[in-house]
Nanobody, 125 residues
Framework: QLQLVESGGGLVQPGGSLRLSCAAS????????ITWFRQAPGKEREAVSC????????ENADSVKGRFTISRDNAKNTVHLQMNSLKPEDTAVYYC??????????????????WGQGTQVTVSS
């Protein structure tokens, strides 16, 4: 079965850290650009971070720059999102998505080949 599975979400206090993982099964992520999205209740879905399939270049949304880092572990067929200095406004369901492409971008919209089911991140004291 071809799918993406996210993990690592949970409840964390403001200023804390979490690392999300996006694991692929049934296919390899080498040729896919990966984007992490999030959606909070009542808000539109937002692309927060992405990593290209080619040179591994990354892009982050302004809202998470300096706090979130995306990375690949090709040996484990997984992409991680390290989230530091978390704020209450980071609370959302986080999704990863994959598309066959050399480059990635958090701007604009595009069609993705695969989506994960999402993992909840709650930042609260």
């Amino acid at each position: 079965q071809l799918q993406l599975v996210e993990s690592g979400g949970g409840l964390v206090q403001p200023g804390g850290s979490l690392r999300l993982s996006c694991a692929a099964s049934g296919f390899t992520l080498d040729d896919y650009a990966i984007t992490w999205f999030r959606q909070a209740p009542g808000k539109e879905r937002e692309a927060v971070s992405c990593i290209s399939s080619g040179d591994g270049s990354t892009e982050n949304a302004d809202s998470v720059k300096g706090r979130f880092t995306i990375s690949r572990d090709n040996a484990k067929n997984t992409v991680h999102l390290q989230m530091n200095s978390l704020k209450p406004e980071d609370t959302a369901v986080y999704y990863c998505a994959a598309v066959v492409d050399y480059y990635c971008s958090v701007q604009g919209s595009r069609l993705y080949d695969y989506w994960g089911q999402g993992t909840q991140v709650t930042v609260s004291s």
